[in-house]
């Protein structure tokens, strides 16, 4: 009879261990940005054409694991000052009261809320977008395109996302006075994000 309780009692231990490892996540890989190999570029019509710009200057903190989406997170923060449509008059225009009013509204920020799996290695952020004064509920959706180790760093590892969406400026209010209309510059603004991360193992 003890000895029956005796081999019940590790039974159940070995089933509340293994239980306890099933339900262990591992932490959301911690991963920085490298920005000589990142963009952050959009594009937005001019009467008939569409003008490319890019900001250059941008900070993100990005906890990410596909198998690990509740601890997963995006939090990215924008210069707006580093707008460059490699046109120094039209980006001093910009960043003016006509539009992003640069000096008051320093920065455009994302933060997520939450990740979701989309299949196919494509996934959903949900989260907030602020630009100048103004936060709307934002779905940014981004691919991530692989990860590996990398060579050039002991125990490193590399990832690549991408990410394609468009918005619309007067949402935000980035146009006033005569620059609401979008007769000359369209209120659609495609932006393309190309990323790439490093994080050690």
Same mark, same amino acid.
């Given at each position: 009879m003890k000895t029956s309780k005796k081999l019940f009692s590790l039974f159940a231990l070995a089933i ?8 262990m996540k591992m932490e959301a890989t911690p991963w920085t940005v490298d920005k000589s190999h990142s ?28 198998? %690990? ?17 490699? %046109? ?33 290695? %494509? ?79």
């Amino acid at each position: 009879m003890k000895t029956s309780k005796k081999l019940f009692s590790l039974f159940a231990l070995a089933i509340f261990a293994v239980a306890s490892i099933a339900m262990m996540k591992m932490e959301a890989t911690p991963w920085t940005v490298d920005k000589s190999h990142s963009s952050v570029n959009f594009e937005v019509r001019h009467f008939f054409a569409k003008v490319p710009g890019a900001f250059e200057d941008y900070t993100a903190n990005v906890n990410f694991s596909p198998e %690990n989406l509740e601890e997963s997170s995006i939090d990215v923060t924008i210069q707006v000052a580093s707008i460059n449509t490699k %046109n120094e008059r039209r980006d001093g225009h910009l960043m003016s009261p006509d539009f992003f009013n640069a000096e008051e509204f320093p920065t455009i920020s994302f933060t997520s809320n939450s990740i979701e799996a989309k299949g196919d290695n %494509n996934f959903v952020a949900y989260g907030t977008l602020t630009i100048k004064d103004v936060s709307k509920d934002f779905e940014l959706p981004f691919t991530l395109l692989g990860v590996t180790e990398n060579p050039f760093r002991e125990n490193g590892l590399v990832a690549g996302i991408s990410s394609e969406f468009q918005l619309l400026r007067n949402d935000f209010g980035v146009g006033t006075g005569d620059w609401v209309s979008d007769a000359v510059v369209g209120d659609e603004v495609d932006v393309t994000l190309n990323v790439e991360l490093n994080a050690t193992k």
